[in-house]
């Protein structure tokens, strides 16, 4: 696994990547484990440049080839939490749903929580059932930064 960091308008990230897929996104806050190789690819350096767009709110989308490790349950999250489109939101409920399983908030929210590649799997879009922000590994003040940049764009 490769890492990169990069700073940006919402603090310093951490990118990794592995056999040619995105596995990984940090904050500044998180910990990183231990066993990675600090260095630079292409497509290291592809997805900071997609994030730079995002956060300056000229990309709406990512293309990058992504590989979030995770249990069969949690991927089915994220795929649906990767289905949230650009400036729009949904309720925990809501995926749980979608994924089938509408009894299943909680776990949602845990596989949520989880999300290996915040940002590039938007979590952030996902929200309370009476519209209150609710958890984000990046903090709520961070989520409310991101849902107001898309909301504005």
């Not at 190789?37 to 767009?53: D, H, K, N, P, V």
């Not at 650009?86 to 089938?100: D, N, R, V």
Request: glycine fraction near 12%.
């Amino acid at each position: 696994m490769k890492l990169s960091f990069q700073p940006t308008e919402i603090g310093t990230i951490g990118i990794a990547e592995s056999g040619g897929f995105i596995t990984n996104l940090w904050f500044a806050t998180d910990q990183i484990p231990p066993k990675v190789e600090i260095g630079e690819t292409e497509l290291l350096s592809e997805a900071f440049r997609q994030l730079e767009a995002y956060l300056a709110g000229e990309l709406r989308g990512f293309s990058l080839p992504l590989a979030p490790a995770g249990t069969p349950f949690m991927r089915s999250i994220w795929k649906q939490l990767s289905l949230i489109p650009y400036g729009s939101t949904a309720t925990y409920k809501g995926i749980a749903t979608l994924a089938g399983n509408p009894r299943a908030v909680r776990a949602v929210g845990m596989a949520s929580n989880r999300n290996p590649l915040p940002l590039f799997i938007a979590c952030h879009r996902v929200i309370g059932s009476d519209g209150s922000l609710t958890g984000y590994r990046g903090g709520l003040a961070l989520k409310k930064w991101l849902l107001e940049l898309e909301q504005k764009r």
